[in-house]
Nanobody, 127 residues
Framework: QVQLVESGGGLVQAGGSLRLSCVAS????????MGWFRQAPGQEREFVAA????????FYADSVKGRFTISRDIAKRTVYLQMNSLKPEDTAVYSC????????????????????WGQGTQVTVSS
């Protein structure tokens, strides 16, 4: 079992920045590819960013490319999402997720490829 706890959400003005953190506890962090997803009220959960375990390659949704950066600190068992140039449409609950699939099978954008999910942290961007 892996437990994921997100933090760092809050209220920010458009154009501002936030850094989200996701700390993993429980079984070893090694081998997990990690993703960030978000869900706005009345909308489906959508992919934001992901980082592949095997080589650290990163993946981004087109809507956040160039503004958001995913990174990890393996020693701290933590994944980060640095969000810059925030827009009101970025408002959502952001959740991190962990996948144990082999890198060759893992689809970063696919929610079903993730086994563990955090509770989420609210990000609100005011205009």
């Amino acid at each position: 079992q892996v437990q994921l706890v997100e933090s760092g959400g809050g209220l920010v003005q458009a154009g501002g920045s936030l850094r989200l953190s996701c700390v993993a506890s429980g079984r070893s962090f090694a081998g997990y590819s990690m993703g960030w997803f978000r869900q706005a009220p009345g909308q489906e959960r959508e992919f934001v960013a992901a980082i592949r375990w095997s080589d650290g390659n990163t993946f981004y949704a087109d809507s956040v490319k160039g503004r958001f950066t995913i990174s990890r600190d393996i020693a701290k068992r933590t994944v980060y999402l640095q969000m810059n140039s925030l827009k009101p449409e970025d408002t959502a609950v952001y959740s991190c997720a962990a996948s144990l699939l082999y890198s060759s099978s893992w689809r970063p954008q696919e929610t079903h490829d993730y086994s563990y999910w955090g509770q989420g942290t609210q990000v609100t961007v005011s205009s």
